[in-house]
T-cell receptor, first 110, second 115 residues
């Protein structure tokens, strides 16, 4: 079993739909990161959080430390949101040594 | 802030050849990371520099792989005697000084294809 699990692996949506991507982890963490990877390969950091909830534009990230679970929500989805969304965790000893999930591929159709 | 820059974006080479990739981190960032990502998987840690010192290497990094950061600025990753299994995206990331718990800024990666 991987230390970081994401679900679903693939997700398709119609423009405007509310989207949720889930991440569960089995190790102690200092922080959890949500990353976005476009088809060209580049990765953009969306959120880093260690408790509660963060919001940026149409993106919302939440984390439940007790349940070792995080969710990434996209409100009013748009075709430009199509990308792979990756969850990664930093450990308690080496916060910068990230362990990555395998990603969720999102396609939003007009 | 010009971001993390990687060169080349794509590299196609025959098995057995040597390849070298370059990463230019964000100028004030003292930490630099190399990752490898195979198709359908998340990135995996390869090695880490703080300034010019290589502080950690993954067991994934066989003796055919070597990384340097001679002046604490740009870094190179060299693969000698490439094998089919080396085909992957090689990603570089950097982060700012201070505590370890901060965002990493990624480059666009170098996609390596071994024929």
């Amino acid at each position: 079993k991987n230390e970081v699990e994401q679900s679903p692996q693939n997700l398709t949506a119609q423009e405007g739909e509310f989207i949720t991507i889930n991440c569960s982890y089995s190790v102690g963490i200092s922080a959890l990161h949500w990353l976005q990877q476009h088809p060209g390969g580049g990765i953009v950091s969306l959120f880093m959080l260690s408790s509660g909830k963060k919001k940026h534009g149409r993106l919302i990230a939440t984390i439940n430390i007790q349940e070792k679970h995080s969710s990434l929500h996209i409100t009013a989805s748009h075709p430009r949101d199509s990308a792979v969304y990756i969850c990664a965790v930093g450990g308690t000893v080496r916060a910068d040594k990230l362990i990555f999930g395998t990603g969720t591929r999102l396609q939003v159709f007009p | 802030d010009t971001g993390v820059s990687q060169d080349p974006r794509h590299k196609i080479t025959k098995r057995g050849q040597n390849v070298t990739f370059r990463c230019d981190p964000i100028s004030e960032h003292n930490r630099l990371y190399w990752y490898r990502q195979t198709l359908g998987q998340g990135p995996e840690f390869l090695t880490y520099f703080q300034n010019e010192a290589q502080l950690e290497k993954s067991r994934l990094l066989s003796d055919r792989f070597s990384a340097e950061r001679p002046k604490g600025s740009f870094s190179t990753l060299e693969i000698q005697r490439t094998e089919q299994g080396d085909s992957a995206m090689y990603l570089c990331a950097s982060s700012a000084p201070g505590n370890l718990n901060q965002p990493q800024h990624f480059g666009d990666g170098t996609r390596l294809s071994i024929l």
